[in-house]
């Protein structure tokens, strides 16, 4: 579907950026927090949007195909696009194709591997990996919440989470409203748009910037977690409800 993925580029690496600068322009923000909002705007294709998803009971498949799609647009777009936002910033590509290709594409092949091989197998132990899946999300909430509360606290003043909130709300709209009139693509196009790539904006951030940045993105991984699990959940039973 050319058009649809057109569509989804578009959303992820034209209007999302465009939104961040905008925000940007409008709120008087910090300069950390300027940068890791320019630099979470042109970093797409994040690993838990399978599992968003899975909640919004959307089109899996479709989900683990927009990701790699996405997070290979990324590797090429990101250090062409963000040094053009920020001015002088050095993007080392094979920084954040390193980062990318063994946290997200490894693992993909392998499990893509084995349930092409041993497709009974991989029935089997799907709940139980799905499980392992659940429980480090919610520890990964508890962990942000704690270790983060702190940061979280200083960003208030600084209209940090506000400009967050603003951010992902805004894309899980222009995402969703690009998807298409299927529901189940619909969803996943929205959080697919909303929930950006933390780990290659991190890779970006540790070589160029300092530590406030690093924290910022953090926070906002944090916000992104809050704000589109429950949504995902909303969409999941929009979907169940009759029409």
């Known amino acids: 579907n050319a058009r649809l993925v057109i569509l989804a580029l578009v959303a992820n690496f034209v209007l999302v950026p465009i939104l961040a600068v905008a925000i940007t322009l ?6 950390s927090v300027r940068i ?4 979470l705007s042109t970093a797409a294709g994040a ?12 089109n899996t498949a479709f989900a683990v195909g927009l990701m790699v799609l996405l997070m290979v647009i990324t590797i090429i777009y990101l250090p062409i ?37 041993y497709e009974e197998a991989a029935a ?12 480090a999300l919610l ?20 209209l940090g989470i506000l400009a967050g909130i603003i951010f992902i709300v805004i894309a899980l709209v222009i995402g969703y409203l690009l998807g298409g009139s299927d529901s189940g693509i619909r969803s996943v196009v929205g959080l697919g748009t909303a929930q950006r790539n933390i780990s290659a904006a991190l890779v970006v951030a540790a ?28 969409l999941g039973k929009r979907a169940q409800q009759p029409v």
């Open 124 to 135: 089997k132990i799907q709940p139980t990996f799905g499980m392992a899946s659940n429980i």
């Open 81 to 117: 696009v963000l040094p053009l936002l920020l001015g002088d910033v050095d993007v080392n590509p094979w920084e954040i194709a390193r980062s990318l290709i063994v946290m997200m594409l490894i693992p993909l092949a392998i499990g893509l591997f084995i349930k092409a091989r």
């Open 26 to 31: 409008v709120l008087p923000l910090d300069d």
């Open 139 to 158: 520890a990964l909430l508890v962990l942000g919440l704690v270790l983060n509360f702190s940061s979280m606290i200083a960003l208030i003043g600084s």
């Open 47 to 58: 690993p838990f949007l399978p599992k968003l998803a899975e909640a919004a009971k959307g």
């Open 36 to 39: 890791g909002l320019i630099l």
């Open 207 to 234: 070589q160029n910037f300092d530590s406030d940045v690093i924290t910022y993105l953090m926070v906002m991984a944090l916000i992104g977690l809050v704000i589109l699990m429950p949504a995902a959940g909303e």
